[in-house]
């Protein structure tokens, strides 16, 4: 149907004639067709059903658990998961915010971190820090660590209408912005320093990390070595 795969995400296709662009990332069975060309769109979804057995849901307002609210009139792009927070707080006893028996064998933590990390991931670089600490202590967490989730659960009900948003509108100089920042050696078990960097486009993250580093830095200047070239990288597949 002449769509090319590219090279640096083996799971988008590409399909561009001069004039027409599509571009088209595939999870599983979900297909999402993305154009300035609606007419474009039409077609192609037409030509894929002549192929698969498929179902078109028209405009893209859920995707993976990420909403999409889209305004034109203003040109601005919001996407947020208000729903998978509070489906997240209704399933691990949080929904109105008050304390569970502090058991740690009885408490859901570890399934808790990981919901909270896909949080992290998709649209909320906010909690990218607080939830890459708690994640250290998967392996063995306490009543302490899961006070401290607690908390951080009661931040994400605060901030369940927080939405990462792009505009079209800006000056050139701000429509890609790279922030980069360490802290030297704040693991005081392992003498290791926390990185961190966030990307954004027209306005809004793009990608984004907080983690603890996998050497022992002896300075500031070598601390920030490590985000700098992460960064380099991820701009780079942008």
């Known amino acids: 149907m002449g769509f090319k795969r590219i090279e ?6 590409v399909y561009s ?3 027409v662009r599509i571009i088209v990332p595939i999870y599983i069975d979900d297909i999402t067709l993305a154009s300035k060309s609606l007419s474009a769109i039409d077609k192609y979804v037409q030509l894929l059903s002549q192929h698969f057995k498929c179902r078109d849901l028209g405009p893209t307002r ?4 990420v909403a999409v609210e889209r305004n034109r009139s203003t040109r601005t792009l919001k996407l947020h998961q208000h729903q998978f927070i509070l489906d997240l707080l209704e399933k691990c006893g949080m929904s109105d915010c008050k304390p569970v028996q502090d058991i740690m064998s009885e408490v859901p933590y570890l399934s808790a971190v990981g919901s909270l990390q896909y949080l992290a991931i998709m649209t909320r670089p906010d909690i990218a820090h607080s939830v890459a600490y708690l994640a250290r202590f998967n392996s ?5 660590h899961w006070k401290a989730l607690k908390h951080l659960f009661c931040y994400v009900k605060g901030t369940a209408d927080h939405k990462l948003t792009y505009q079209g509108n800006l000056a050139s100089n701000e ?3 790279t922030y980069s920042d360490a802290s030297h050696s704040d693991c005081v078990d392992t ?3 926390t990185a961190g960097y966030v990307t954004m486009i027209a306005g809004g993250a793009v990608g984004w990390y907080s983690k603890l580093q996998t ?6 200047t070598e601390v920030l070595k490590v985000p ?3 960064t380099a990288q991820v701009d780079y597949q942008v």
């Open 215 to 220: 050497i022992v830095a002896l300075s500031t």
């Open 62 to 65: 859920f995707l993976l658990g």
């Open 8 to 13: 640096s995400d083996r799971s988008v296709y």
């Open 228 to 230: 700098l070239w992460v």
């Open 17 to 19: 004639n001069g004039k």
């Open 140 to 144: 063995n967490p306490g009543p302490e």
């Open 175 to 177: 429509l890609f912005l």
């Open 191 to 193: 003498g290791r320093s």
